[in-house]
């Protein structure tokens, strides 16, 4: 028998109001410090942040328990003709989480010292993105390395570096990021004895400057603040071996001279450095926490309006000062797929098992949030201004699923501290 008591609301993309409860919803606002009845904020994207106005779609929903509360995901073969994607492995939809590596190979250069962790789409596609860890204990001497399949983008978590390019060198320390450019020959020669960091491979169009659309013309990342190499040049007659990357592979070859040989240049096709201290962080004055797009440093774009291949988006140190507002990065379940590492100190909503040089990866649906210390503490602290200090985080977003290297996969966790957890189910009359 039909329920004579289902009410619908009607109208096609128009923004709802509901609640099953009185007072559940929160007025004037999507994520007090505690809401109503013990209820959970979590906001559901169906599009990328940054789409347009028009084509963003979101809810924020106000439940019982958090999403991303629950066990692991196992394989189901219950409904053996549904969903089956031929030819691929299949890949669970869990939360995963990656300590430092402590088995990179020993005594290698930066080369032979990274390992590929996550990668979404292919490099012939010219879309998509890969990140990488490395561990250098030797500079790359004799030898170069060119990447075919796209753009550097290289984070030092440990020692600092300097990049010998074809148009210059620059020196690349923890907490400053460098750019070296899809086909551009360069080397890593060490600094202080070995190094340890991240890579972000674009595959896609090159890493530029986001808009700032309400912003206005200020904030963010400026671009005074980035800095390309004077002309160098390597007058070296022996041999020099070349190790390029070429569609997912590695060739090498020899020349009997450096590559490093360009005496003058000019144009906008250029390696560069950034110091992420510079970065002009801005967020509320007035409640609610940002959209974590309010902190993105560089942007690939798709070919959908408003959606990104991949952004690179830092959590640096700034002020705190939202009112009546959970402040760190609420409940969420995302279009977009989160790969997060951490250059040092804490990050404010995984304060325990996310350690510096470590990555966690949250593929696109999958429930996220802070933990549970994270959440108590934060539900329950004065909410004065806070200077949140000596942490930088950093995310690489893209809206293609990122799948975990074998290498990876062998060496993840679960990132389920919040599974089962102890969660207080909400208090409804």
């Known amino acids: 028998m039909r329920d004579a008591a289902l009410r619908y609301m009607t109208g096609f993309g128009g923004h709802f109001e509901t609640e099953a409860v009185e007072g559940a919803l929160p007025k004037g606002r999507n994520s007090p410090q505690r ?50 994607a031929a030819g691929e492995e299949p890949l669970a939809p869990n939360r995963l989480r990656w300590d430092p590596p402590t088995d990179l190979p020993a005594n290698a250069d930066f080369i032979d010292g990274m390992a590929t962790m996550l990668h979404a789409r292919v490099p012939e596609d010219l879309e998509g993105v890969a990140v990488h860890v490395y561990a250098a204990e030797r500079g790359m001497d004799r030898r170069v390395f ?11 978590q440990q020692g600092a570096i300097e990049l010998h390019t074809e148009l210059g060198r620059l020196e690349v320390a923890p907490g400053s990021v460098g750019l070296v450019p899809r086909g551009l020959k360069f080397r890593v020669q060490l600094l202080d004895g070995q190094a340890r960091g991240y890579v972000a491979e ?44 070429f569609l997912g592979h590695l060739w090498v070859t020899s020349l ?48 959908v309006p408003g959606r990104a291949n991949a952004d690179f988006v830092i959590f640096p140190p700034r002020w705190m000062v939202a009112e009546d507002t959970f402040r760190p990065p609420w409940f969420h379940r995302n279009v977009m797929s989160e790969a997060m590492g951490l250059i040092h100190g804490e990050y404010d909503a995984k304060a325990e098992g996310f350690a510096p040089g470590g990555l966690s990866l949250h593929n696109l649906m999958s429930g996220h949030g802070p933990d549970l210390d994270s959440w108590g503490k934060a539900s329950e ?29 062998e060496r993840a966790q679960p990132d389920y501290d919040l599974a089962w957890a102890g969660f207080p189910k909400a208090r409804l009359p």
């Not at 602290?381 to 996969?409: D, H, I, N, Q």
């Open 35 to 84: 809401p109503a009845l013990g209820l959970y904020a979590e906001q559901l994207s169906g599009t990328s942040f940054t789409a347009p106005r028009h084509d963003n779609r979101r809810s924020w929903l106000y439940r019982m328990r958090p999403t991303a509360d629950h066990r692991p995901f196992e394989r189901y073969d219950g409904a053996p003709l549904f969903g089956a």
């Open 146 to 156: 060119v990447d075919v399949d796209g753009e550097l983008l290289i984070l030092p």
């Open 256 to 303: 009997d001279h450096s590559p490093l040989d360009v005496v003058a240049w000019h144009g906008n096709y250029a390696p560069f450095r950034y110091d992420l201290a510079r970065f002009n962080a801005l967020g509320t004055v007035s409640f609610d926490h940002p959209d974590p797009s309010i902190f993105t440093v560089l942007t690939s774009p798709s070919n």
């Open 381 to 409: 602290s004065e909410l004065k201004p806070v200077k949140v200090e000596g942490t930088l985080a950093f995310m690489v977003e893209t809206c293609w699923p990122y799948r975990p290297t074998r290498f990876a996969l």
């Open 202 to 245: 674009n595959y896609g169009p090159p890493l530029r400057l986001p808009e700032l659309g309400p912003i206005g013309a200020n904030g963010l990342a400026a671009a005074r603040d980035f800095e390309a190499p004077v002309a160098w040049f390597e007058d070296l007659d022996e041999e020099v071996e070349v190790i390029q990357k």
